[in-house]
């Protein structure tokens, strides 16, 4: 918590400076963990549907009403390509900040928060070319693999005609 | 510094109406209304235009405004005639302080020698008319400027103007001796000083500043109490002052602005004769204030002996009235009504051309009843602040409209007060909603103002002779479609301009006079608002954008489009008869930019046009972009919305008589029409699960009287929404103008009717 | 010591901004009006310490404005500074002959600006 504080007080800087760490929140796809920085998180909530939006694609779930404001909600199971989620009252949008834009993300459940250090981050393995579009490094907490989510990435390319 | 940009800012924000201000006050003057107060505002735009650039150092600005604000002075008096060649000549100058203006603010540096010739015909004016005068009369404009140098901070010029010259000259050709820093002053006040609020006491306040001072009051000459005026002064006080580095400038200037209310001389001890004083006094005035001398004390008064002094000066006391000591304050203002006018300076100081007298007086009389209403208050508001309260009020809207509709009939019979309260509520909201609109409107004009110039410069270029008529100019509309507005105007009437009105040879030869006539004009049409831009020109020539369309893909070889048809093609992305792309209608870009910024703010266009005659596009403008009359229907299982301004009926299919075509789609035959037919699920892939014959028909029109009919799955009701951007965290999609939040809190989006038709002819075309 | 009150007219907006800056910056306290006419009017119920006035202003210009106050009960000794870009003096002359006090010529140089006031003001 305490390294919550300075960096709200005192700028991310500080916080790297003082613990060169980093705190995530890190939810699950299926088996799968991935994480983004709390910093960027704004909100979590249920999942309670989303109106679709025509031609975009399948990755884009529609778009739902956060306080008199439109926001975009992003299947992230479909976006790793393992076809849309079937989501129910259980499933969870973590809405983000990316750049000045809101956007939520459609996932299975929020597992934790973890403390990583910085220099436990490595680079995502060449390979699954997926994996290394959108995910910024790869970090291991507690002997679990923890993807680091690309934002960008992953809002990009939304249009169906791209 | 930021302060300096925070002025810099408030300053061209008030050149730009400035300039707006002068768009008017010249369109009116070329109508021939060409009173003096018409003369007036404009010489106080330039004048105010002038005033800021100084300030901040815009050297160009300023000598150019110069030049025009001496022009404009002349006119005003009458020195020189506004004839028609006098208005062009300032209307065109109008566009060059534009330019100088646009340029300060962008930082871009202008040829040197821009506006030149301008301003040499400015000088010659005024020098063919001032040769009527006295010799100092003839003083040409380009020497004002030589004397007017604007600098920021320019500290120098003040001093050197306010000095006196004849003595300053006479004094500084003798070297000074700093060791001998002694200097006399004498110094007898008139009357004048003290009616111009200036205070003795002040002035050796200042002058105490300069070294060390000694003052004497000489009280020689007080008239006994019988014979005693209370307004009169009968003191003269003798200063010394020792320092080593006062110069004679410095003294005088403790004095600037007293000059010629009161009798000094500066003399310095011990100096060569050449340094002998120059009385400044006026003799006029001397025998006019000074005849008798009042003995306040008669002892050596050192700085005290300001006391006395002000009470010469003293604040008005009305109670005092009868006490002499504190008489001098009382009824100036009917000494001031008997008194004959100030004393002048003897000798007028150097610079000042004789030609300018006359110019003054009618100036200092001239009472200016200006247009400017007096006692409107107005405050400044953050926009933001605005758009917050309009929002909320388009959300109250909503709520009391889904209240409303909650209120079924057994609900209605039961609670009659409830249903009372409601329709209050209702109309209260309503005129809350239209008095917060009022908020953000703004007259069209400020739009409009910038078209005349366009014009101007469009027949300068392209050899053609246009006027320009505007109508309606006060019409209102929300601020940010004015913003919206400039570009796509610009456009139209560059348009017009370039393809429409015809060259005056070609003109005659077609029976219209050689003038061709762009009409600007704005009204309020329900609730929207239509801006028209209409030419007598030859119309288009269908022929050719028919060829172009085909050529570049933007229609199918084979279709025969109808003449309105081909007349909107015109706003078809892609389409631009760029075979004369000009640098005036396009850079390329075509007037599909036209549609694509009036589609953003919700607007359509629709042109139309006959041979020979003319062209007319129609521009339709929501009143307001915040809240939008709906029709709420489902596609699939999605609520969507149409706009209700664009509906024409709904039928339900199963009473609509379709028929296909060759190409194997379908089209809706209604009364006779045939219209293309859309089934939203299908546009929208969504999958409709109701049964064919219980789905809708919603027939919609945008502008240009093309139908469509648009199939949706159900029909839900009327409702009003408040418009919300999906791409403040998306992007734009295709077939949507937006989003909506509707009373249960589920997203609905709005149905781009127009922006659909676009796609269809895409669609066909590929 | 009171904090001294300065009423600035002038039609233009920018001027009376820079105007304000400076002198609130100096520890004036400032009022503004946009013609003479708003002058008199803030006059009427206000009491100021010195005036600073354009005279080229729409509805009632600076020199009728000078000549309104001076003509008025109580602000015989008010002191009126006129702003001027003119260097020819004429409207200076006009101005001083209406019951002006001084001037300031624009642009102004913010310390000459104060010092002047205090030629002026006690």
Request: proline share 5%; net charge negative.
């Amino acid at each position: 918590m305490e390294a919550l504080n300075l960096r709200d007080d005192m700028g991310e800087n500080s916080a790297i400076a003082a613990h060169n760490s980093m705190q995530l929140i890190a939810f699950s796809i299926g088996e799968q963990t991935y994480g983004v920085e709390i910093t960027t998180v704004r909100e979590i909530r249920a999942w309670n549907g989303a109106t679709p939006l025509p031609n975009t694609r399948e990755f884009v779930r529609g778009v739902i009403n956060l306080r008199g404001t439109i926001v975009p909600i992003f299947d992230l199971r479909a976006r790793f390509g393992d076809g849309p989620t079937s989501p129910t009252k259980n499933h969870v949008v973590v809405v983000m900040s990316v750049g000045d834009k809101w956007v939520g993300i459609l996932v299975d459940a929020v597992s934790d928060i973890l403390t990583v250090s910085r220099e436990d981050i490595h680079n995502v393995p060449e390979g699954n070319s997926v994996d290394t579009e959108l995910l910024n490094g790869i970090v291991t907490h507690d002997s679990r693999m923890v993807g680091l989510i690309d934002l960008h990435a992953v809002v990009s390319g939304a249009k169906l005609d791209g | 510094m930021s302060d300096l940009d925070d002025f810099k800012a408030t300053y061209f924000d008030e050149c730009s109406e400035l300039l707006n201000e002068l768009e008017e006050q010249f369109a009116a003057i070329e109508a021939g209304e060409r009173d003096s107060d018409r003369l007036n505002a404009v010489f106080r735009a330039i004048h105010s235009i002038k005033g800021g650039a100084g300030a901040f150092g815009f050297s160009a600005l300023v000598g150019f405004a110069h030049a025009y604000e001496t022009l404009l002075d002349y006119v005003r008096d009458g020195r020189v005639e506004l004839t028609d060649d006098v208005c062009a000549l300032c209307i065109r100058a109008n566009d060059i302080i534009a330019d100088h203006v646009k340029a300060a603010q962008s930082g871009d540096v202008l040829d040197a020698d821009y506006g030149m010739e301008e301003k040499e015909r400015f000088d010659a004016l005024a020098r063919g008319e001032a040769a009527d005068d006295d010799e100092t009369g003839g003083e040409s404009i380009e020497e004002f400027d030589i004397d007017f140098t604007p600098v920021m901070v320019n500290l120098d010029a003040v001093e050197e103007v306010a000095e006196a010259p004849a003595a300053e000259d006479a004094f500084d050709t003798a070297p000074l001796q700093p060791e001998t820093g002694h200097w006399e002053v004498t110094f007898t006040p008139h009357r004048a000083l003290f009616e111009r609020a200036n205070d003795p006491l002040l002035l050796f306040r200042e002058l105490a500043l300069l070294g060390q001072m000694h003052t004497r009051a000489v009280l020689g000459e007080i008239p006994p109490l019988a014979n005693f005026e209370p307004f009169a002064v009968y003191c003269t006080w003798e200063i010394s002052i020792v320092s080593p580095t006062v110069t004679e400038a410095a003294i005088r200037e403790v004095f600037e602005f007293v000059e010629g209310d009161c009798d000094i001389t500066v003399t310095q001890v011990g100096a060569p004769a050449a340094a002998a004083p120059v009385a400044k006094a006026a003799p006029a005035a001397a025998a006019d204030d000074g005849l008798d001398l009042l003995a306040l004390a008669d002892d050596e008064v050192g700085v005290p002996a300001a006391p006395a002094a002000k009470a010469a000066a003293p604040k008005a006391d009305a109670a005092a009235q009868d006490k002499f000591e504190e008489a001098p304050g009382l009824s100036f203002s009917e000494l001031a009504e008997t008194m004959a006018p100030p004393p002048k300076p003897v000798a007028p100081p150097r610079a000042k051309p004789a030609a300018i007298a006359p110019a003054a007086a009618p100036a200092a009389e001239g009472e200016d009843h200006g247009t400017r209403a007096v006692g409107v208050q107005s405050i400044r508001v953050d926009l933001d602040k605005v758009d917050r309260v309009v929002n909320m009020v388009g959300e109250l809207v909503i709520t009391q409209s889904m209240l409303t509709q909650q209120m079924d009939e057994t609900l209605r019979a039961r609670y009659t007060e409830l249903v009372r309260g409601l329709e209050v509520l209702a109309q209260t909201t309503r005129g809350l909603q239209d008095s917060v609109m009022a908020i953000r409107a703004q007259p069209v004009k400020s739009v409009f103002s910038r078209m005349p110039r366009l014009v101007r410069e469009l027949a300068t270029k392209t050899g053609k002779k246009i006027k320009l008529e505007t109508i309606g100019e006060n019409t209102e509309i929300d601020k940010t479609v004015i913003e919206q507005l400039s570009d796509p105007l610009t456009h139209m009437i560059r348009n017009s301009a370039d393809h429409g009105i015809e060259q005056p040879d070609v003109r005659l030869g077609r029976g219209k006079s050689e003038t061709g006539t762009i009409r600007l004009s704005a009204e309020q049409a329900g609730g929207n608002i239509l801006i028209i831009v209409e030419d007598d020109g030859g119309g288009i020539n269908r022929e050719r954008v028919l060829q172009v369309a085909r050529d570049k893909g933007v229609i199918p070889p084979d279709t025969n489009p109808t003449d309105e048809q081909i007349d909107q093609l015109i706003f078809a992305p892609g389409f631009s008869t760029a075979a004369e792309v000009s640098d005036l209608s396009g850079r390329g870009v075509g007037m599909d930019v036209v549609l694509s910024n009036i589609k953003k703010i919700g607007g359509s266009v629709h042109v139309r046009s006959s041979t020979g005659k003319g062209t007319r596009m129609t521009l339709r403008l929501p009143l307001t972009l915040a809240v939008l009359d709906v029709m709420l229907v489902k596609v699939g299982d999605s609520p969507y919305v149409v706009p209700l301004s664009s509906i024409v009926e709904t039928i339900q299919v199963s009473r609509a008589s379709f028929e296909r075509v060759p190409s194997g789609g379908q089209v809706l035959q209604v009364r006779g029409e045939y219209v293309q037919v859309i089934d939203l699920a299908k546009r929208f892939d969504m999958k409709s699960q109701t049964d064919q014959d219980s789905r809708f028909v919603v027939l919609c029109e945008a502008e240009g009287s093309q139908k469509v009919a648009l199939i949706v799955d159900d029909i839900i009701g009327q409702q009003q929404v408040v418009i919300k951007s999906l791409e403040e965290n998306f992007e734009r999609v295709e077939g949507i103008a937006g989003g909506t939040i509707l009373g249960d809190g589920n997203v609905a989006l709005i149905v781009d009717v127009q922006g659909l038709k676009t796609q269809l002819i895409h669609k066909n075309a590929a | 010591m009171t904090t001294l009150r300065v009423l600035t007219v002038d039609d233009s907006r920018t001027i009376l901004a820079m105007l304000h800056h400076t002198l609130s910056n100096a520890g004036f306290e400032v009022l503004q009006a946009e013609d003479g006419q708003q002058g008199l009017d803030v006059l009427m119920k206000e009491s100021v310490d010195v005036v600073i006035t354009d005279i080229n202003m729409p509805v009632m210009d600076g020199i009728e404005f000078i000549r309104h106050v001076r003509a008025t009960g109580n602000h015989q000794s008010l002191p009126i500074l006129i702003l001027t870009t003119e260097t020819s003096q004429d409207k200076r002359e006009l101005g001083k002959a209406a019951g002006g006090t001084g001037w300031i010529v624009k642009p102004f140089d913010p310390e000459k600006l104060i010092s002047v006031i205090h030629r002026v003001v006690h």
